[in-house]
């Protein structure tokens, strides 16, 4: 193996002894040899003791391991990779599955390969990248991707512009690395959804919901369900399939709500239980009075990063405040937080206080979280970042 050392300082080397992925530039002691951006590293303690291969990076967090085995680090260690997270979701009846076929293939951290997204959307595989090291080897997953799937593969999408680190020399662009998909529908749990992995956000649909979305639809039969901060109506599908008398949409964004509405109409020849609205979602709380016994509050991640985390936490008190007091006797409450910054210590703390300050009796009925899909890597705690409650509301 030929590639550069990164040795530790004494005593930094305890997070790596225990599988933790992540190697921060205070930790490093002295480089040898000449190492770039997105190159493959080997780690030692300061004794010289192998520790971990890892890709280099300019930032804080400045290994990321992909190996705590001392073994070479090419085109069939991805594929075997790779290979190992498809058959965890075969395993699992994701992947094959007749009634759904859009799920999240590789989960970063979680699936061992940090830096790495890859969402399967009905025949394409849609790649994020969060670093260089994965992004100068990309053709390596498309081949991996080729070999697993063999003719069900219609196309890889590489979506990295807008997540590969800022600070490095590389220019990405969103573009097809094999094959082209005109065919953006999807199944889930039998309800079908338009996904445009081209332009909207993240790779296009948040899988990480679907568990969550199949538990709403057992609390919506002939109830009025409100879906906040909407994206592309997941939530509201999945509450007009469970009989929900009426439901509304709302979302800051025209394009998401034509989304949603477009959604809508794929599932159910009779709409008119359903209107979606493009306005901001705290002044349409403002003014719902007693009008919902179903509230989801799915937002955007408030925090991206420490230094905002009070604030982030300041707008989870606030948002739920006004949904629980707004809310129906009897309601119930759908509630997220998707900041991988904020713990779900914080977030429970948030909806606490938030109930506190309305004065009703709040319950919780169940503590949610991501998907099998989504495994958190028991060594990465950082890699649990979905939050969610239920509670219900006197």
């Known amino acids: 193996m030929d590639y550069s050392k990164v040795i530790l300082k004494s005593g930094k080397d305890q997070s790596v002894r ?27 303690d300061n004794k010289d003791e192998f520790l971990a ?45 007749p009634n759904n076929n859009v799920y999240r293939l590789v989960h970063a951290e979680g699936d061992g390969m940090p830096g790495l997204i890859i969402d399967y959307y009905n ?15 990309r053709d390596h997953f498309v081949e991996a991707l080729k070999e697993i799937y063999g003719d069900t593969l219609v196309a890889v ?11 490095s020399d590389i220019k990405p662009q969103n573009e097809y690395l094999y094959g082209e998909s005109n065919d953006k529908v999807v199944l889930e749990y039998g309800n079908k959804f338009k996904v445009n992995w081209e332009e909207g956000q993240k790779t296009g649909f948040f899988i990480d919901q679907r568990e969550n979305r199949k538990l709403l639809a057992k609390y919506s039969k002939d109830k009025s369900v409100l879906n906040v901060f909407g994206y592309t109506g997941g939530f509201s599908v999945y509450a007009m399939a469970g009989g929900a008398k009426e439901v509304h949409s709302v979302d800051s964004s025209k394009k998401a709500i034509d989304l949603t509405n477009e959604n809508i109409k794929l599932n159910f020849e009779d709409t008119s239980r359903h209107k979606a609205f493009a306005v ?33 936490l300041q707008g989870y008190k606030r948002i739920n405040a006004k949904a629980i007091e707004k809310i129906r006797p009897g309601g119930i409450l759908f509630t997220f937080s998707c900041s991988q910054v904020v713990t779900k210590e914080n977030f429970r703390k948030s909806v606490f ?21 989504h495994p958190v890597n028991i060594y990465h705690p950082e890699s649990e970042y979905l939050k969610g409650l239920v509670v219900y509301v006197e």
């Not at 999408?157 to 600070?167: C, G, N, R, V």
């Open 18 to 44: 225990r599988y933790h992925p992540w190697i921060f530039s205070g930790a490093i002691k002295k480089i040898i040899g000449n190492v770039n951006e997105g190159d493959l590293v080997v780690v030692t």
């Open 280 to 312: 901001d979602a705290f002044e349409y709380l403002n003014e719902i009075d007693d009008k919902y016994d179903v509230i989801i509050l799915d937002p955007p991640a408030f925090a991206k990063h420490h230094n905002v985390l009070h604030n982030a």
């Open 353 to 373: 206080v938030a109930a506190a300050n309305t004065g009703r009796n709040v319950r919780i009925l169940h503590q949610l979280n991501q998907p099998i899909d």
């Open 123 to 137: 025949g394409t595989a849609v790649l994020q990248m969060h670093s260089i090291g994965m992004y100068l080897i």
């Open 53 to 97: 291969i890892g890709h280099y990076q300019i930032g804080s967090i400045a290994i990321r391991i992909v190996s705590f085995e001392e073994k070479e680090i090419d085109a069939d260690f991805w594929k075997q990779k790779i290979k190992k997270a498809y058959e965890l979701r075969q395993k699992f009846d994701l992947a094959e599955s």
């Open 157 to 167: 999408y590489d979506k990295s512009e807008a997540t590969i680190p800022f600070k």
